[in-house]
Nanobody, 125 residues
Framework: VQLVESGGELVQAGGSLRLSCAASGFTFDNYAIGWFRQAPGKEREGVACISAGDRRTYYEDPVKGRFTMSTDSARNTMYLQMNDLKPEDTAVYYC???????????????????WGKGTLVTVSS
C-alpha cells in the first residue's frame, strides 16, 4: 500500500486549494480513508474521513462547511477540497488508510495503518 499526497502550497487567507492523494496497492472499497493534519508544535489531528462499511463522510468541527473530501475510484485517488482557508489551517496534511475491513464499520479515529509522507499547506494572513 502506498499513498502519495500532492497539491500543498502557499495560499492567502480566504483562498482555496485541492489536495490529492494517489493510492496504490489497494482500492477504496473496503478501506477507511481519511485526511489528517499536523500544525507546527501541535499534535496530528483528523480532518475528514470516509468510514469503511457505511461509507459515510465525516468532518472535524474546524473544517465543517469549508472542506470537502471526495474520491475518484477510476484514478484510485482521494481529494480534499479546501475553501475559505484560514491561517490556522496551516499544517502538513496527510492522507491515510486502514483495511481491508471485512465486516461492520470502521472509523478513522480508531487508528490508521497506512500513511503518506504529507504535503505542506501554508495560509498567509
Amino acid at each position: 500500500v502506498q499513498l502519495v499526497e500532492s497539491g500543498g502550497e502557499l495560499v492567502q487567507a480566504g483562498g482555496s486549494l485541492r489536495l490529492s492523494c494517489a493510492a496504490s496497492g489497494f482500492t477504496f472499497d473496503n478501506y477507511a480513508i481519511g485526511w489528517f493534519r499536523q500544525a507546527p508544535g501541535k499534535e496530528r489531528e483528523g480532518v475528514a474521513c470516509i468510514s469503511a462499511g457505511d461509507r459515510r463522510t465525516y468532518y472535524e468541527d474546524p473544517v465543517k462547511g469549508r472542506f470537502t473530501m471526495s474520491t475518484d475510484s477510476a484514478r484510485n485517488t482521494m481529494y480534499l477540497q479546501m475553501n475559505d482557508l484560514k491561517p490556522e489551517d496551516t499544517a502538513v496534511y496527510y492522507c491515510a488508510a486502514v483495511g481491508p475491513v471485512d465486516s461492520g464499520n470502521y472509523y478513522c479515529a480508531w487508528g490508521m495503518d497506512y500513511w503518506g509522507k504529507g504535503t505542506l499547506v501554508t495560509v498567509s494572513s
